[in-house]
């Protein structure tokens, strides 16, 4: 009963990492890294999804707007038997949209406009952070597991 029940919550079930770099230049459009998947006992994976999510923030204070949108995402629809006591890793490629708004087009397009968009940025108080996120399917759990890192884009 209670093996039965630690594999429903995904207890000493699968465990996966994401490996990547800190940093990535924003002109390439993808992601280069691994994933290591082990497991404490046998599981199944029916699928791995990566996800790059930006986070962008503005505003001030009481005033602050935040919304979170995925720019890029890689379904790995493979299924893996992991053994006990066994590591996998897998190389993935995920690939992204660089969205531009209005301000950053007007900024390359003329060299006096970088200045002007730059200091009303500031003074909005606009920034993006990004992260990345894989989530396996496994097999007879509830709860799946997910790494989450922290990524700068140049």
Same mark, same amino acid.
């Given at each position: 009963m209670?093996?039965?029940?630690?594999?429903?919550?995904?207890?000493?079930?699968?465990?996966?990492?994401?490996?990547?770099?800190?940093?990535?230049?924003?002109a390439?459009?993808?992601?280069?890294?691994q994933?290591?998947?082990?497991?404490?006992?046998?599981q199944?994976i029916?699928?791995?999804t990566?996800?790059?999510?930006?986070?962008?923030?503005?505003g001030?204070k009481?005033n602050?707007?935040i919304d979170?949108?995925?720019?890029?995402?890689?379904?790995?629809? !493979?299924?893996?038997?992991?053994?006990?006591n066994e590591? !996998?890793?897998i190389?993935?490629?995920?690939?992204?949209?660089d969205?531009e708004?209005p301000?950053?087009f007007?900024?390359?397009?003329?060299?006096f406009?970088?200045?002007?968009?730059?200091?009303?940025k500031?003074?909005?108080?606009?920034s993006?952070?990004y992260?990345?996120?894989?989530t396996a399917d496994?097999?007879?759990?509830?709860?799946?597991p997910v790494?989450?890192?922290?990524?700068?884009?140049?």
């Amino acid at each position: 009963m209670l093996k039965r029940f630690k594999k429903v919550l995904g207890i000493e079930g699968a465990r996966i990492e994401l490996r990547v770099k800190d940093s990535y230049p924003k002109a390439s459009l993808k992601i280069e890294g691994q994933i290591s998947i082990s497991s404490l006992s046998d599981q199944f994976i029916n699928s791995i999804t990566i996800k790059l999510l930006e986070k962008y923030k503005r505003g001030r204070k009481k005033n602050v707007l935040i919304d979170e949108y995925v720019i890029g995402e890689l379904v790995v629809d !493979q299924k893996i038997k992991i053994s006990k006591n066994e590591e !996998q890793l897998i190389d993935f490629t995920l690939e992204f949209v660089d969205g531009e708004s209005p301000m950053d087009f007007l900024a390359k397009k003329n060299f006096f406009y970088k200045g002007i968009v730059k200091a009303a940025k500031f003074a909005k108080g606009v920034s993006s952070s990004y992260r990345i996120e894989a989530t396996a399917d496994v097999k007879g759990t509830k709860l799946d597991p997910v790494d989450t890192k922290t990524v700068t884009l140049n």
